[in-house]
């Protein structure tokens, strides 16, 4: 089971970086690692995925060391519109093991003006 | 381009009542999801579907059908609502392939039963 580890809850000001870590040391050879984003009353919004070393696109970076064994989402310089939920997914994205597509409770991230 | 869409939007159920929620996606997508959110908890898949004809059970199925008659369109249904069935519901889509983990959400449908 690639089950994920992240922190409940972490707070932020505005024009900071954050940096949300997951675990995932049961990560399998195929698996990608993705993140999404959800703010209230919304479905989850794709993020970013990747499978080793370094992502990065217009909205964020993500960070996977050589064991491949946690990954970090790095938010440039945030604004009071990062205030959401953010969840780590582990999976081959094949959909035929659905114990990989656990959601968890993220980390529900607080940005302060 | 839609995207992804569920309706409605809102229902309330009296206990044992049946309903059917529908989400209808414009991207050609083969796989599609239903999951449900309930309140400070992250999103649990009830059912899902890797093609048109198929469906297959995920994490929480009990109590609900699905059916996926059209490529295009997963149906969800309550035969017989529970109190314990009040939650948000939200359903996905996504392209079939391996390295793909990009699911597009549909706005949800907030269902409570009585």
């Known amino acids: 089971l690639a089950k994920t580890t992240q922190p409940i809850s972490m707070d932020s000001y505005e024009g900071q970086e954050v940096n949300i870590t997951c675990s995932h040391n049961n990560i399998a050879t195929n698996d990608y690692i993705t993140w999404y984003q959800q703010f209230p009353s919304q479905g989850p919004r794709f993020i970013i995925q990747?499978?080793?070393t370094k992502v990065t696109n217009e909205v964020a970076s993500l960070f996977i060391p050589a064991d491949r064994k946690s990954s970090t989402l790095s938010l440039p310089r945030v604004s009071l519109s990062d205030t959401a939920v953010y969840y780590c997914l582990v999976g081959d994205g094949l959909g035929y093991n659905t114990d990989k597509l656990i959601f968890g409770t993220g980390t529900r991230l607080q940005v302060f003006p | 381009n839609a995207g992804v869409t569920q309706t409605p939007k809102f229902r309330v159920l009296k206990t044992g009542q049946s309903m059917t929620l529908l989400c209808a996606q414009d991207m050609n997508h083969e796989y599609m999801y239903w999951y449900r959110q309930d309140p400070g908890m992250g999103l649990r898949l009830i059912h899902y579907s890797v093609g048109e004809g198929t469906t297959a059970k995920g994490e929480v199925p009990d109590g609900y059908n699905v059916s996926r008659l059209k490529k295009q369109n997963f149906l969800l249904g309550l035969e017989s609502a529970a109190p314990s069935q009040t939650s948000v519901y939200f359903c996905a889509s996504s392209l079939w392939g391996l390295n793909s983990y990009e699911q597009y959400f549909g706005p949800g449908t907030r269902l409570t039963v009585t």
């Open positions: 990747g499978y080793k």
